[in-house]
């Protein structure tokens, strides 16, 4: 039985959604784990991760208009914005999606299904530098 | 220390929730794992998952209801709906649930509360066969 | 490698989010695990987690009113109110939020960002006494 924790970083360009799939395997293929647990995790506020659909972009740009409606910039009553009109909406936009999220590994793969993609979802309009988190346990 | 992947399928008659806390506690039982972490994953994109109130069912007529107004066929804007208009709604409402939960195990039971069970909530209006991952470790 | 879990009470004074680091971080160093992963559970429908902005308490501010917002009391057509307006709407907020959330470890600590906090969420008007279950898996 091993346990393993590493993380990796990814640049963001802004709001968006950006897959993670590849990185996340990796670490898994090198720690040499068939059956087990992978825990992915984000370690900030204004970005969180999805699992979503990962062949056709049109559900992604749904995916991003819709929680600019959801969450306007122009939400009445937000106070916390002192780093501009996406800050407090990056912090409830994160709170409505995951800040961790694990997947079973078996026969040293990501149980992901066939239209599965793991997202890292930027909530920020700049440009950004994440941290991404993943513990591996298994056998 | 054992680690141990299964998956069950579990049918769907279109929109609504499904309770699978059945199905889970089965596999940790023939697991004999007395301690450790159940975690529970679905493989789809348009199905997710939600623990919710397992007594009075309208908890969960009102779960359906709202998730209708909050994410509605008709959300201005949205354009991946080739497979009709609960498409991309579907997707949106797995993104603000969950695709995957985990379990604490104690005394080789779920450490559920008393009034909690582990539902798939379906998103798709046409019935579906949805697979459920499950990952258990621990002694 | 080592599995424990545990659990402990939190008083709420009502609505709100009640900080519990702390409470998680003490119950990892008493277990001596280095390398693995924490899984924190709330064994409750109307209360949540959300790891949330641990610095400015405006942030948690803008947290508890958008959900007033979004899930408000009054929504139309809502009939599982047996036990006052808060009781469907606690159910929904947990439901948008989380009820299981894990975070690595490393070198015998959560793996958390700079401002990262974890918060149970609150989400009946009156205080409560909620159990929050710990999964500590590693060596």
């Given at each position: 039985m091993?346990?393993?924790?590493?993380?990796?970083?990814?640049?963001?360009?802004?709001?968006g959604t950006y897959e993670i799939t590849d990185e996340v395997s990796a670490l898994l293929k090198r720690s040499g784990i068939k059956?087990?647990?992978?825990?992915?995790?984000?370690q900030h506020?204004?970005?969180?991760?999805?699992?979503?659909?990962?062949a056709d972009p049109t559900a992604r740009a749904d995916l991003h208009r819709y929680f600019e409606d959801l969450v306007?910039?122009?939400?009445?009553?937000?106070i916390h914005t002192a780093e501009g009109p996406d800050d407090s909406t990056s912090h409830l936009r994160m709170a409505l999606t995951r800040?961790?999220?694990?997947?079973p590994i078996a026969e040293g793969r990501l149980q992901l299904g066939?239209?599965?993609?793991?997202?890292l979802f930027e909530h920020r309009s700049a440009p950004h530098r994440r941290t991404v988190v993943v513990s591996l346990i298994g056998n």
């Open positions: 091993k346990a393993i924790t590493e993380s990796f970083e990814i640049p963001t360009r802004g709001k059956t087990g647990l992978a825990t992915v995790f984000v506020t204004s970005a969180s991760l999805v699992i979503y659909e990962n306007p910039e122009d939400h009445p009553g937000l800040t961790s999220e694990s997947i066939t239209w599965q993609g793991i997202y």
